[in-house]
């Protein structure tokens, strides 16, 4: 079966840091393009970053110079650094694995999500 699993989230100050981790079980995971996608309350999900199975990188404008997207193969698992945090960095965020065959089909995996609040 497999499994995506965040943690790390939690409450922090205007200015300060948090790393999210994203555990994979079930299946390799090596091959798959990995993301951070975000959800604040009334809002559409958006992407915040992503990094390929060749550690190709990715990020939202808003998130851009402030978060890092990492990932390590031989865990199975990918992280977002993020720094300088802001009130509207506040949202669930949630981990998404993602892999597609020569033939088209596709494997899309999500967590259960992390929440993250920014506030004094």
């Known amino acids: 079966q497999v499994q995506v699993v965040e943690s790390g989230g939690g409450l922090v100050q205007p200015g300060g840091s948090l790393r999210l981790s994203c555990a994979a079980s079930?299946?390799?995971?090596?091959?798959?393009?990995r993301g951070w996608y975000r959800q604040a309350p009334g809002k559409q999900r958006e992407l915040v970053a992503t990094?390929?199975?060749?550690?190709?990188?990715a990020y939202a404008h808003s998130v851009n110079g402030r978060f890092t997207i990492s990932r390590d193969n031989a865990k199975n698992t990918v992280y977002l650094q993020m720094y300088s945090l802001k009130p509207e960095d506040t949202a669930v965020y949630y981990c998404?694995?993602?892999?597609?065959?020569?033939?088209?089909?596709?494997?899309?995996?999500w967590g259960q999500g992390t929440q993250v609040t920014v506030s004094s």
């Open positions: 079930g299946t390799i995971f090596s091959a798959y393009a």
């Open positions: 990094i390929t199975d060749g550690g190709s990188t």
């Open positions: 998404n694995a993602y892999y597609r065959t020569v033939e088209g089909a596709e494997y899309d995996y």
